[in-house]
């Protein structure tokens, strides 16, 4: 009887005696035991249901399971249709791009690609000698977002599937200029993902959105998603698929969907069942394959870091972007005209976590929720760095624009300068940095990098490059590096710009408005024909300044009214300032004339002087600023 007890208390220790191992895995990374995990996050998310997003879907993977998924609020508002996180489908935006790249390394794996190859090896002649930049482009720089494009912010999004135009044609047609070295600079881009995409077609055979359904959503058994960018291999999912919202002065409109034309880099729809799928074909349990790839090498290859521009910055892994959390996480976010996503996996935990709603811009739960879930990164800042023999802060202070920015078209001014950041020392190694209203301040850990202190701004970590003694750019390893500002894009010209612009607006609106007033004072008055003739010739120089101004704030605000900016709508504005151009140089040729024969006194000459004067600013102003350019 002894022996028996003896081996059943031996049990009860087997049974009841907690690993260690297995305790700490039954947890976030953030230190939230499972048991608790619906409760945190249903008390987080219903802080935010309803304020940044009408409704939601969170789903967490482990270890091969999704261990939990949910939605929250509605998929649509009006007919309160529930989220279905199996049924309810999603645009998952920029997301999209990492099938891109997981498709670039199933082609690595067969030896069709090389990723330090030039990328026109892989295009065809006939494509490749439409293609405008200069410098060599490796697939490397597709994936780390430094081919060096400039931002090109027209095409992205349209709102009706006929709308969209072939891959291959917007490719050539809508091409940005090459404006950084390769390999020099990240500046995100959307065009140099959907490059990757042509690249895939080109080497496959198939068009993109066959090969990702076939070779990946297949395989990861995602059967609910799309990468059709109008949904014509499956337009039943449509029946499923969720409002989005775009919230207005505290209200929700329905803003409808978004088909994206450079589709690779966007365009996927799919639920948050088939989206958890995909990350947990990213992370097979106990060294298996992964169904996307032969060996587990290639897997483990693809979400490896492969750039960074310091050491100790986590930057990219083969096009996906690095989580700096608790532990090493990988994966991206996602945008279209009124959806929000995130998707970050910690490989070496087996643990992820995914986001969809249905919200332009949304921040709080996309982003919020994986910071609860996968913690952030203790900070390393030494105890004193005055104690530190390092470079002195004043070196990089100064004003910085974002590298993900245009230098060809009108959007420069608006891009660069509403993201500007400006640095600033406050002591020897500490700095302060301003951006978009907020700052934020960082302290030096090692030689111009810069580690922030509390809630972060542009990054957790900013590293100063310095070549040859000149600050080149700052780099947080995301999406953007930050530039010094040119000699000719000062803060002083900008504000004299913005001076200017507001002295035309005044001037040339009133100025029609006082025209018209005098005609009809003046219609009956006995005047010479000479008088008429020269005030009709002034009062045409107004004209034309008004319609300069008109016509470029109507250009603004359909620029910045939406992501849907279409070029061909753009170039009708670009190409009556030319028309406007040549209508004041001719309308002022004319005045000049008729006001030196005109008997006018010195208060109505000192008139025209300033209407000819303002009006050559203004134009020297849009030329500068690039209204001028006809992009594409």
Not at 322 to 344: C, I, K, W
Not at 454 to 471: A, C, N, P, R
Not at 607 to 619: G, K, Q
Request: net charge negative; proline share 3%.
């Amino acid at each position: 009887m002894r022996k028996i007890l003896s081996v059943l208390f031996s049990l009860c220790l087997l049974i009841f005696t907690v690993n260690p191992t297995n305790a700490a895995s039954m947890e976030t990374p953030s230190g939230i035991v499972f048991d608790n995990l619906e409760k945190e996050i249903d008390s987080y998310v219903e802080e935010y249901i309803n304020q940044s997003s009408p409704g939601a879907a969170v789903a967490i993977v482990k270890d091969g399971e999704i261990i939990f998924s949910k939605g929250y609020g509605y998929a649509n508002v009006s007919k309160k249709e529930e989220i279905d996180p199996a049924k309810t489908v999603f645009e998952y935006g920029s997301i999209s791009k990492l099938f891109v790249w997981t498709s670039i390394m199933q082609l690595v794996e067969q030896g069709k690609i090389e990723l330090n190859r030039d990328i026109k090896t892989y295009l065809p002649q006939e494509f490749s000698n439409q293609l405008n930049y200069e410098k060599t482009i490796t697939i490397y720089d597709l994936m780390h977002h430094t081919a060096g494009f400039e931002e090109y912010p027209f095409d992205l999004i349209y709102t009706s599937k006929e709308e969209v135009v072939p891959l291959k044609e917007l490719l050539v047609n809508g091409q940005p200029k090459q404006i950084y070295d390769p390999g020099s600079t990240i500046a995100y881009s959307n065009y140099a993902t959907a490059i990757a995409g042509y690249i895939v077609e080109e080497i496959s055979g198939s068009e993109f959105s066959e090969y990702e359904r076939d070779n990946i959503f297949k395989k990861a058994n995602m059967m609910k998603t799309s990468g059709h960018p109008v949904l014509e291999d499956y337009p039943e999912l449509e029946q499923d698929k969720a409002t989005g919202y775009i919230k207005v002065k505290e209200e929700f409109i329905e803003a409808g969907w978004s088909y994206v034309p450079l589709y690779p880099a966007g365009s996927v729809n799919g639920t948050l069942h088939d989206l958890a799928n995909f990350a947990i074909a990213l992370m097979p349990n106990n060294k298996d394959n992964s169904p996307l790839f032969k060996t587990r090498e290639t897997l483990d290859n693809m979400l490896s870091q492969s750039g960074t521009p310091h050491t100790e910055i986590l930057s990219n892994a083969h096009g996906f972007w690095e989580y700096d959390g608790q532990v090493r996480g990988v994966g991206h976010g996602g945008n279209t005209l009124a959806f929000s996503s995130n998707m970050v996996i910690a490989p070496e935990e087996n643990f992820g976590v995914i986001v969809l709603t249905n919200a332009a811009g949304e921040m709080d739960l996309c982003y919020g929720l994986v910071d609860l879930l996968m913690g952030k990164r203790d900070k390393q800042i030494p105890v004193s760095v005055t104690e530190i023999q390092l470079p002195s802060a004043k070196e990089i202070e100064g004003s910085y624009v974002s590298a993900r920015n245009s230098e060809s078209s009108y959007v420069e001014g608006f891009l660069g300068f509403m993201t500007m950041a400006k640095v600033k020392a406050v002591s020897e190694n500490e700095i302060k940095v301003t951006s978009m209203g907020m700052e934020g301040s960082y302290v030096q850990t090692s030689p111009y990098l810069y580690e922030v202190v509390g809630k972060s701004l542009i990054g957790d970590k900013l590293y100063f490059e310095i070549v040859d003694g000149e600050l080149k750019r700052i780099s947080t390893g995301q999406i953007a590096d930050y530039l010094p500002l040119k000699w000719d894009r000062q803060l002083i010209w900008y504000y004299i710009s913005i001076g200017i612009l507001g002295l035309s607006l005044l001037y040339f609106i009133i100025g029609l408005i006082v025209s018209g007033v005098s005609w009809l004072r003046n219609r009956k008055k006995n005047l010479s024909g000479l008088i008429k003739t020269e005030r009709k010739w002034h009062s045409a120089i107004i004209l034309v300044g008004a319609m300069f101004i008109i016509n470029n704030l109507f250009l603004i605000v359909r620029t910045f009214s939406g992501m849907s900016i279409k070029i061909d709508v753009i170039k009708w504005h670009i190409i009556c300032n030319w028309a406007l151009l040549a209508g004041a140089i001719i309308c002022m040729l004319i005045s000049f004339l008729y006001t030196k024969r005109a008997p006018l006194q010195r208060k109505q000459k000192s008139i025209r002087l300033s209407t000819w004067v303002i009006l050559v600013l203004l134009v020297i102003v849009l030329i500068n600023w690039n209204f001028f350019n006809i992009i594409a």
